[in-house]
């Protein structure tokens, strides 16, 4: 008898992780766990790439329109909400699948999170009022001046992770970074990663058509319904802060698009930076749901 088993779908946005995920859950007839940092939010749709209605009803998705933009969500919220939905999962099915793009909330799910020293409340707070007076690139600055390794690695575009850094940085004297550790937590499952290949080329073909479907779709107006929350967390994601720009006369709305599109490929190429770091990712091409169960059941395809 097999394990019970977390079939973890990941890949870059726009590779088909939705399709296959929905694939792999009617085969197992199961649920899945939705692992992006945005789709939770009931007030993003269009620029979220969210399964469409009838994909909702047709196969039951845990961490989708969950929450909405005003509320916390990390990845430590992520973990103990995924936890608690697997454990229900499985106390029926054999296999829970997981799917998603976020791979601080995947880490997080499968390994456990770092534990981080306390930090000064009064710290935090000053530097969000520093935020929100000084706005982005005031952030920016300062974890590149007070934290290099941290801006290195590329984690600049999330005002919550960055305010988060140099909050520790502040505090401890020390980097956010080197509080990780290879100490991984055991989780009482089987853990597979599947990964979608897509040459470069093509991705980017489906990235900029998927942008010109959403904006065909009605983005700008979804973005402009959400006008007076861009402040939000929940908002600085690629999309929106673009389509905010332009509707603050900083961007014409032909420029803003350009940049969705190249914003969405950089974020597309971390992703896959992310994925090639785990070694025990299988890589799908030519028959991904075959090779998904192949897999699962111990099989090479």
Not at 194 to 213: A, C, K, T
């Amino acid at each position: 008898m097999l394990p019970q088993t977390v079939i973890i779908i990941t890949g870059p946005t726009a590779s088909g992780k939705t399709a296959l995920s929905l694939a792999v859950a009617r085969h197992f007839n199961t649920t899945i766990i939705s692992a992006d940092s945005r789709q939770c939010f009931r007030e993003l749709n269009i620029g979220v790439a969210k399964p469409a209605f009838n994909e909702l009803q047709s196969v039951k998705h845990e961490f989708i329109n969950s929450h909405s933009i005003g509320e916390e969500v990390n990845a430590a919220v992520f973990e103990s909400l995924a936890l608690q939905w697997a454990a229900e999962i499985f106390s029926s099915r054999e296999v829970v699948v997981m799917v998603g793009g976020t791979g601080l909330y995947i880490k997080a799910f499968t390994e456990g999170l770092d534990a981080i020293p306390g930090t000064d409340e009064q710290t935090r707070i000053e530097i969000q009022e520093q935020y929100s007076f000084n706005g982005l690139p005031w952030l920016q600055e300062q974890i590149k001046l007070r934290d290099p390794a941290y801006f290195e690695s590329g984690e600049i575009k999330n005002p919550q992770r960055m305010m988060r850094a140099l909050e520790v940085m502040e505090s401890t004297g020390h980097s956010i970074l080197s509080f990780r550790n290879a100490t991984k937590k055991k989780r009482p499952f089987r853990v597979l990663f599947f990964s979608i290949r897509i040459p470069p080329g093509i991705l980017y073909e489906r990235i900029n058509e998927r942008v010109d479907h959403m904006m065909g779709d009605g983005l700008l107006n979804e973005v402009k319904s959400l006008l007076a929350f861009q402040h939000f967390n929940a908002l600085q994601t690629v999309g929106y802060t673009e389509l905010f720009e332009h509707l603050n006369g900083k961007l014409n709305l032909e420029d803003a698009v350009i940049r969705i599109k190249q914003n969405t490929r950089k974020y597309a190429k971390r992703q896959l930076t992310w994925i090639r770091k785990n070694s025990s990712v299988h890589w799908l091409e030519n028959d991904p749901l075959k090779e998904v169960l192949g897999v699962y059941e111990g099989t090479k395809i």
